[in-house]
């Protein structure tokens, strides 16, 4: 069974940076495509990025784009989210999640971590 484990979430003023890392075991890791989601209190999972198996193609969600970037070590089994230019919208719970299927949709998406909480202060 493939396990995702997120880390890198904390409190950072607005304007700040944070670097998501999602560490991965299993040997399906290198055929899936990887996404990150997040989730604010009382609101629906959001989509925020994925990227392909390769690593050669990504997509950003619009109210990310040119802040965060996702990227992947198929070597280290580990997927990363830096983001850039917080902003206290941002808020959130942050998953890391594996699927088949390059997709936007988190219903996707076979294999999820705990979740790393991330907090942004004006």
């Known amino acids: 069974q493939e396990q ?11 304007g700040g940076s944070l670097r998501l890392s999602c560490a991965a075991s299993g040997r399906t890791f290198n055929n899936y ?3 990150w989601f997040r989730q604010a209190p009382g609101k ?3 989509f925020v990025a994925y990227i ?11 109210s990310v784009k040119g802040r965060f970037t996702i990227s992947r ?11 850039n230019s ?3 919208e941002d808020t959130a719970v942050y998953y890391c999640a594996g699927g088949p299927t390059i997709s936007r949709d ?11 909480q991330v907090t942004v202060s004006s």
């Open 44 to 46: 629906e999972r959001e």
């Open 86 to 88: 917080l902003k206290p």
């Open 52 to 62: 392909s198996w390769s690593g050669g193609r990504t997509l950003h969600a619009d």
């Open 4 to 14: 995702l484990v997120e880390s890198g979430g904390g409190l950072v003023q607005a």
């Open 106 to 116: 988190h219903a996707r998406y076979e294999y999820w971590g705990q979740g790393t």
């Open 33 to 35: 495509v990887m996404g």
């Open 73 to 83: 070590d198929n070597a280290k089994n580990t997927v990363y989210l830096q983001m």
